[in-house]
């Protein structure tokens, strides 16, 4: 079959194949050929390819209403935003379309508190190797290698702390630093959790110093870490969490929290054509509805400690550096930079694939839908293990 694919803008270098089709943790491309697939586009699809209760509520939805604008309520949007606030410590929801633009609410939401309860304080202190999204502020806010030129200036306001060294953090905090934003578990910086002593100690010198903490849990939450919101780990309340990629389970779906005492946005200062629409938000719903069903996310803990075991084993058996992550959020540490190599090779495999990620050329990155099997865990690390020994 050829592929002719000129029209599409260039933005990443992407392989010469197409996916047609998709159930469960497989993917199949358009001659036939299966990939298990521990991508599931980022973390996004949590419940994996064409799952059934995602594709009720898009049927049942779409026969109703898709978007009767954001200037009105709709039944989903109000059904999901009471799901989220039952099942957390936060009052109030705003909907948006992705993680990025989450993100860019909760920066604006910060300030705006800033300039009403912290005498126009602005800064957000964030973190070395964080990744908060692809928008002119989320780029600036992040700690990714290189993007402090991609597109300068970058916009002001986001000095750079350390993650798991609280006196790094310390030595930022000024006047006009109006809170604290982090990802739980770092994601593309490489799968660096979070200490719990680091998150217990970021909640109380916020409280002391009167800001805010925001936990971006874009790719950590929803599930991801064998908790409905990665923070919870920590046993912490934030003031601020925003949502994205598992929300929707493949739906561009994503979601700023905040507690009653922080949501001062007023007419005006937030909206989106799109955000909060029934659609997406009655797939959310059932996404965080299976969530939430009796012991899945126990399995989801379960299944994260098989996959530890298993990774561990391999990285003993071909002398390795171990692995680290949360739940079935993971990463294997390699001995050498041949991440993007292994990925190439594991998708090439024959008769079937295996679609992997590598955030930094000594890791690779697994992020499984939630549901997937304890036999395709097993599948996966098979398939790994001859690909590592094939690379001499």
Not at 184 to 200: N, S
């Amino acid at each position: 079959m050829t592929i002719d694919t000129h029209s599409v803008m260039y933005i990443t270098k992407r392989p010469d194949l197409v996916f047609t089709e998709g159930q469960g943790s497989w993917l199949v491309d358009q001659n036939g050929k299966k990939y298990l697939d521990f991508l599931q586009g980022w973390a996004v699809n949590c419940l994996g390819h064409s799952n059934p209760g995602m594709i009720e509520a898009i049927e049942k939805q779409a026969k109703k209403v898709i978007n009767p604008s954001p200037a009105f309520y709709n039944e989903p949007m109000i059904a999901l935003s009471n799901l989220l606030t039952a099942n957390s410590c936060f009052d109030k929801v705003f909907f948006a379309n992705s993680g990025a633009e989450a993100n860019e609410g909760a920066i604006k939401l910060a300030r705006k508190w800033g300039k009403l309860h912290k005498n126009n304080a602005f800064e957000i202190i964030t973190f070395n190797h964080g990744f908060h999204g692809r928008t002119l502020a989320t780029m600036s806010a992040s700690g990714k290698e290189g993007w402090d030129t991609m597109f300068a200036p970058q916009v002001p306001g986001f000095p750079k702390a350390e993650l798991n060294d609280i006196e790094s953090v310390k030595k930022l905090i000024n006047d006009k630093t109006v809170a604290i934003m982090l990802e739980p578990v770092q994601g593309e910086g490489g799968v660096i959790p979070a200490d719990h002593q680091f998150m217990r100690d970021l909640r109380e010198i916020t409280k002391q110093n009167k800001i805010l903490l925001i936990v971006d849990e874009v790719q950590a939450g929803c599930g991801r870490t064998g908790k409905l919101f990665a923070h919870q780990l920590y046993n912490i309340n934030p003031d601020i969490m925003t949502l994205g990629k598992g929300i929707g389970g493949g739906v561009p779906l994503a979601a700023l929290l905040a507690t009653d005492e922080v949501a001062c946005f007023e007419p005006g200062d937030q909206g989106g054509t799109y955000n909060g629409n029934p659609l997406m938000t009655a797939v959310g719903f059932s996404v965080i509805s299976q969530l939430l069903a009796p012991g899945f996310l126990d399995e989801v803990l379960a299944k994260g400690e098989y996959l530890r075991e298993l990774l561990l084993d391999l990285s003993k058996e071909l002398g390795l550096d171990g692995e680290r992550g949360e739940g079935l959020l993971r990463a294997l540490k390699l001995n050498r930079d041949i991440g993007p190599e292994i990925v190439e090779r594991a998708r090439n495999l024959e008769p079937i694939g295996l679609l992997l990620n590598s955030p930094r050329p000594n890791l690779i990155r697994f992020m499984p839908a939630l549901n997937i099997s304890r036999e395709e865990l097993k599948q996966m690390v098979d398939l790994l293990r001859g690909v590592i020994q094939s690379i001499k």
